[in-house]
């Protein structure tokens, strides 16, 4: 059954669209119903529909304004305009935002009928689309580890230009940073700039943020050890850094002579791409580049970081985290070094989980997720950023949990988490307790183990995390669901609880 969502601000003909479809006929079923854009797009960031059928002109959020904002959700929804007027503007609009019909009223029932009908059979076209490109994309990654029969590799060898006498091939694989990406026209960008490259080169599309790159030379370049390539594709990254702010990450490997090589040579630049947790985007290795790197280990004094956690240092912990990854990890090493490292850091904090019983803590993390997060890290700012964030989850609930609170200050915290949007203070806390403002505060801060003040922000930037983390509100929206009407304010108040900005923290959603 395919969702649909209706969207018109006279509630008869909302009610009159609903009831003139036999939904379950066509297999569809109305999942929702708004009365402005505003309201349906906080239905459909709630439940996303297959299909919207939306009005134009309607308050606070017109139909067109909809749709843009549904198309950066979820770009595969189909969507039917209803509307009281033949504009050619409106029409042109639609156009461009991938209408299915832009229908005039009054509806016609068979008209509506059809235009579902055929919105519902593009949806599953896409899907089917999207399915065969994704079997491509597995496909050439089993072509590039060598694991296809001799029948299946050749349909994928007759899609390789053939490797003249006098060439050699160097494979290399470029990963995009995604946020680099949506600032522009996809990788529209990159790739029409690689077509542009005066030399023959195949380009193979494996992820929506990595591409194969298999680059024709002449034989000489087989005797410089591939460093006319690296030359080639470096000076690409930084065309398309300083022309679009596009940043890359790109590992070469060495020449070769035929394509039977492939495999090999895949899985020296795939290895090499770990090193973007230290090298970061903007980089360009080779295998030859990390050959003299040392396999030291680094030091990290557990004792101490526990000792600085159970005593609720926040600020000396967070000091020691960016000590121990900035400051004292060296670019030179191995990159294992450092996921050994923060392995390490995920254990010690997992064992303080486990013995004050925090496991089962809403916002903590399961070790697994942790693990799963560093080794998705981008770079080592990421990597920082996700011991960060749990240490000073660990924190917070070390400031709550395993305390006996006295009756006054379990209200005060129930008052908080049902009414954290408000302007509370406690001033006019203590005035409905019938208690003085200043002891109030005294045994506050003894219990709980900081001010209210500062325990009001806590609960604030712990709901404010959960919706960054698992929703897709905007910045600015979630920082007024919590209370704070200033988006800076709010950027100020959480990157001083977390480390980190609102929006770094967004980023961690894709590790």
């Not at 843009?68 to 979820?74: F, G, P, V, Y």
């Not at 709901?463 to 950027?491: R, W």
Request: include cysteine; proline fraction near 3%; aromatic fraction near 10%.
């Amino acid at each position: 059954m395919k969702k649909v969502m209706l969207v018109e601000d006279e509630e008869f003909i909302l009610q009159g669209i609903r009831c003139i479809i036999d939904w379950e006929e066509i297999s569809m079923t109305v999942v929702s119903m708004a009365h402005n854009g505003r309201e349906a797009l906080e239905m459909f960031s709630r439940e996303p529909a297959d299909i919207v059928v939306t009005d134009v002109e309607m308050p606070l959020m017109n139909g067109l304004e909809l749709l843009e904002e549904i198309r950066k959700i979820n770009p595969r929804t189909r969507c039917i305009i209803l509307s009281g007027y033949d504009e050619f503007e409106y029409a042109r609009t639609a156009l461009k935002l991938d209408v299915e019909e832009y229908i005039l009223k009054p509806v016609n029932e068979e008209q509506l009928k059809q235009a579902l009908i055929h919105a519902a059979e593009h949806f599953d076209e896409i899907a089917r689309e999207k399915a065969g490109s994704m079997e491509d994309k597995i496909g050439w990654h089993r072509f590039l580890k060598g694991k296809l029969d001799k029948n299946e590799a050749e349909t994928f060898l007759r899609m390789l230009p053939e490797i003249g006498p006098e060439e050699s091939v160097t494979a290399a694989m470029m990963k995009i940073d995604a946020d680099s990406l949506e600032a522009r026209d996809g990788m529209q960008d990159v790739l029409i700039g690689l077509q542009k490259l005066p030399r023959k080169l195949k380009t193979i599309y494996l992820s929506p943020d990595t591409l194969f790159l298999l680059l024709y030379e002449e034989r000489e370049g087989i005797l410089q050890g591939g460093q006319e390539a690296s030359e080639i594709f470096r000076a690409f990254q930084n065309h398309l850094e300083s022309s679009f702010g596009i940043m890359s990450f790109i590992t070469i490997g060495s020449p070769i002579r035929e394509y039977q090589e492939l495999p090999p040579s895949y899985k020296i630049i795939s290895r090499l791409q770990k090193y973007r947790l230290l090298e970061g985007y903007g980089s360009c290795i080779t295998e030859n580049y990390i050959k003299e790197r040392k396999n030291q280990d680094v030091a990290i004094d557990e004792n101490l970081l526990r000792k600085m956690i159970l005593k609720k240092d926040k600020e000396g912990a967070l000091n020691y985290i960016e000590d121990l990854f900035i400051n004292n990890l060296k670019s030179e090493v191995y990159v294992d070094v450092l996921y050994q490292l923060a392995l390490k850091m995920a254990i010690l904090l997992q064992d303080i989980k486990v013995e004050y019983k925090l496991e089962q803590s809403r916002n903590l993390q399961a070790l697994t997720e942790m693990v799963e997060k560093i080794y998705q890290a981008d770079d080592i700012f990421g990597l920082k950023t996700i011991f960060i964030s749990e240490i000073t989850e660990i924190i917070l609930y070390l400031h709550t949990e395993d305390s006996q609170y006295t009756p006054v200050v379990k209200q005060i915290m129930e008052e908080v988490r049902k009414n954290y949007k408000e302007d509370m203070n406690l001033k006019t806390l203590a005035y409905k307790y019938h208690m003085n403002a200043s002891y109030l505060g005294q045994i506050f801060q003894k219990e709980v183990g900081c001010s209210f003040t500062q325990y009001l922000s806590n609960t604030k930037n712990k709901i404010a995390k959960d919706l960054i983390l698992n929703t897709n509100m905007k910045i600015n929206d979630i920082a007024k669901e919590v209370g704070y009407p200033d988006t800076s304010y709010f950027y100020r108040k959480f990157k001083q609880c977390y480390g980190v900005s609102p929006a770094s923290l967004r980023n961690m959603k894709k590790y």
